[in-house]
């Protein structure tokens, strides 16, 4: 089936669209229109992709962590680079154009053969969505939870807070009010969609009335619970009950 053909806007008519007719619930539609215009007027939706995720501050602060954490320290004990503040450089003498394309070749290799024994879930816990949740929707989720995670109860301030499905969509869960939570980036990518438990509904059946910590916690959040389902360390429990650390 060919595609329809529209009549071209003039430059008067998109000026006058962005102006005065675009209605905007988000930042996508003049993200997507600018990046376009810088792409000489076409793009595809992978390219258009990448722009959006390098506006994201959120996955930008998410995986400048996760550098941190992981693959600098490790790259780093093996000295295989250096790191000077903010700055991370290859521990290399000048490598040559033949070099670097090896050096390149056997890295998308160790990639694609990881990707293909784990699968692209690797990447991010958020391709488990098809269908973004309506921000109206969103709203009263987080507002709800009080702008903290409902399992572990770190706050937005802290970590980014996402909209997750109890019942996740690959499981059949619907995006419905009933079926959604507020659960840090965090404690997300780490039920991924292998859970099914409602952290609404804390105080836990299995908590114990007789741990201090639980009887100490105001909103009777069931440290003991989360606990024996979770083995968080003390702190966090203290943290979560609203004791001091």
Known sequence: MRAAINTPMTYEQL???????MSMSH?????LIRALVDAGGAATIR?????????????????EKRIKEMPIKVLKRHEVITVNGQLVT??????????????RMICEQKLQSF?????????????LDEEPIPDSM????????????????????ER??????????????????????ALCSKCNRSKRNQDETDFRSWPHPSADPD???????????????????????????RIRCGAKP
């Open 15 to 21: 000026a006058d669209f962005l102006e005065h007719k």
């Open 27 to 31: 930042v996508y539609q003049p993200l």
């Open 47 to 63: 390219q258009l992709a990448q722009v959006f995720l390098a506006q994201d501050e959120s996955q930008l602060l998410y995986y």
């Open 90 to 103: 290859l521990n290399t003498k000048g490598l040559t154009l033949q070099e670097k394309a090896h050096i």
């Open 115 to 127: 990707v293909q024994k784990r699968g692209i879930g690797i990447w991010d816990y958020r391709l």
């Open 138 to 157: 969103r709203f009263t989720v987080l507002k709800a939870a009080g702008g903290r995670c409902q399992l572990c109860g770190i706050s937005a301030k």
């Open 160 to 181: 980014p807070l996402d909209v997750d499905h109890i019942i996740p969509r690959s499981r059949g869960g619907k995006t419905e009010l009933t079926n959604l939570q």
């Open 211 to 237: 741990c201090a910590f639980w009887a100490r916690c105001e909103c009777r959040n069931a440290a003991c619970g989360l606990s024996a389902i979770n083995n968080w360390n003390l702190r966090t429990l």
